[in-house]
């Protein structure tokens, strides 16, 4: 039933967004904080750089909710190759940012090279998700099982 896919979809899209919210706020606020776990509080340098980083991971971490959910049901729902597509799109978007914009802005456009990926697959996988319902919607309207 369609409409139970819909709704799973949906709720697992707010579940992880929630999640993504939530530790979008932990990596903005104790990120640098939190790579005292691995950096030395004497490379204040690395610890600088891992904040900024982690902070601007955490103002787009909710992103990641939309991915997972939309590729997994777009895989689930037996389009794999589709869901592939979407890991290829995050991998061109990284490379994209890393020669288009790491020359001009230097770290901070590494710091938003995630990011990128993750909002170019959530909009192609989003899309895609659409159009596997739509398949399977008109599949099951002509009797096709």
């Given at each position: 039933?369609?409409d139970?896919?819909r709704?799973?979809?949906r ?21 640098r904080?939190?790579?005292l ?18 902070r601007?991971?955490?103002?787009f971490?909710?992103v ?7 590729r ?8 794999s190759?589709?869901?592939v ?12 940012v890393s020669?288009?914009?790491?020359p ?8 938003i ?6 909002i ?7 899309i895609m ?13 002509r009797?096709?099982?």
């Amino acid at each position: 039933r369609i409409d139970r896919v819909r709704k799973g979809i949906r709720d697992g899209v707010i579940a992880g967004v929630l999640y993504g919210i939530g530790i979008g706020l932990v990596l903005i606020f104790f990120g640098r904080t939190m790579s005292l776990l691995f950096v030395n509080a004497e490379y204040t340098a690395v610890l600088d750089a891992s904040g900024q980083y982690l902070r601007a991971l955490g103002f787009f971490y909710w992103v990641l909710g939309i991915l997972n959910v939309t590729r997994m049901s777009v895989q689930g729902l037996g389009f794999s190759m589709r869901a592939v597509v979407g890991g290829v799109l995050e991998m061109i978007a990284r490379i994209v940012v890393s020669f288009g914009l790491v020359p001009v802005f230097g770290f901070n456009a590494i710091c938003i090279a995630d990011q990128s990926a993750w909002i170019a697959a959530a909009i192609y996988m989003a899309i895609m998700l659409r159009v596997c319902i739509k398949r399977i919607e008109n599949k099951n309207s002509r009797g096709v099982e």
